[in-house]
């Protein structure tokens, strides 16, 4: 069965903005109870990130009477994380949904903040003991780009693909994160292309400069796996900096953002997206905590990832529609 997901989703008719800290968006003066979540994310430098917290800071007050509370945490500072965290455990607020940077460094906090009643959620990771959780599934979308990668090495590469390498980039500080490039790296493997470049990398600045460092040693690099949008997206600029044709080349990332889905869109070197669905992702971080809080629904479930490409117009119409 195939892997690749053309679920059509709706719109999403809140609008993306700047900033990483405070809470985003007032509840409304008509709510009679407020409930207070603090969301922390361990590498707020990303774009995907920062759009999704300020998706879920809205949606919790305009919709469900929460203030979301977000942190400032970067480049998975672990001191920064918990000093954020720790504070929320002492104002005791409703619930904390947390990537920790370190599991094991957050245990006594949780110990601490389940104790004072706050409801502990993970996002994209696990603790023993944890209320809830809010996530993906990182090996689909590992798996979902190695099938139509696959498919589209036996389409532009009828002959074989001896002549071609790629480069793949990770985030060793969330190990959560190989599921995604894994699955790709086991099928080039099959394919005999060699992966003449594994770099830790999560942003625009390194995945340029990791594809121009890869493309200046391979004159033969085709394939760019990137952990996430980011990086990927700094690597197309240095493919369209370079002579490769884009017909010749295969970039792809996660998570999903407006430069990714317009490259793909022009035809560029950036065929694919597996991008997650950020209007479900940030009414889960709310939807979660509730159902954790009152008792009350399910708060354990994933966000789907759907894999827009080229190929499917519909998909990528609609994902493009998310951030405008």
């Known amino acids: ?28 003066e008509d709510c009679e109870e407020v409930r207070t979540i603090g969301f922390s994310h361990p590498i707020g430098e990303v774009d995907f990130v920062n759009t999704l917290k300020n998706y879920a800071a809205e949606y919790g007050a305009t919709s ?20 954020t965290v720790e504070s929320w455990v002492n ?21 601490q903040a389940q104790a004072n009643g706050t409801a502990w959620l993970t996002y994209s990771s696990h603790m023993d003991g944890q209320d809830g959780s ?4 990182n090996e689909y979308s590992g798996n979902m780009v190695a099938e139509h990668l696959d498919g589209w090495l036996d389409e532009n590469y009828p002959d074989g693909t001896d002549g071609i390498t790629a480069a793949i980039t990770e985030i060793p500080s969330l190990p959560p994160l190989a599921g995604r490039w894994q699955p790709v790296a086991a099928m080039l493997e099959r394919r005999g292309i060699e992966i003449v470049s594994l770099q830790d990398c999560g942003d625009t600045t ?12 391979n004159d033969d690099l085709r394939i760019f796996i990137g952990t996430n949008d980011d990086a990927a997206i700094g690597a197309l600029g240095a493919f369209l900096a370079s002579d490769i044709p884009p017909e010749e080349t295969y970039i792809v990332g996660n998570d999903g953002l407006p430069e990714a889905f317009e490259a793909i869109e022009n035809g560029t070197h950036y065929k694919a997206s597996a991008a997650i669905d950020i209007r479900h ?30 190929e499917d117009p519909e998909v990528l119409a609609e994902m493009k529609a998310q951030f405008q």
């Open 1 to 28: 069965m195939a892997l690749i997901s053309t679920v059509s989703i709706g719109l999403l008719s809140l609008t993306a903005c700047g900033g990483n800290s405070g809470s985003g968006t007032a509840v409304s």
């Open 64 to 83: 469900e009477c929460v203030e979301v509370l977000l942190d400032s945490t970067i480049e998975s500072n672990l001191e920064s994380q918990r000093e």
């Open 91 to 111: 104002q005791q607020i409703d619930a904390i949904v947390i990537w920790p940077t370190d599991p094991g460094a957050f245990a006594g906090l949780q110990q």
């Open 134 to 137: 809010v996530g993906f599934d």
């Open 206 to 217: 390194c995945g340029r400069q990791v594809a121009d460092d890869a493309i200046a040693e």
């Open 281 to 310: 992702l940030a009414r889960s971080i709310v939807d979660n905590s509730l159902a954790a809080i009152t008792g009350e629904g399910d708060p354990n479930n994933e966000s789907p990832y759907l894999m827009v490409t080229l």
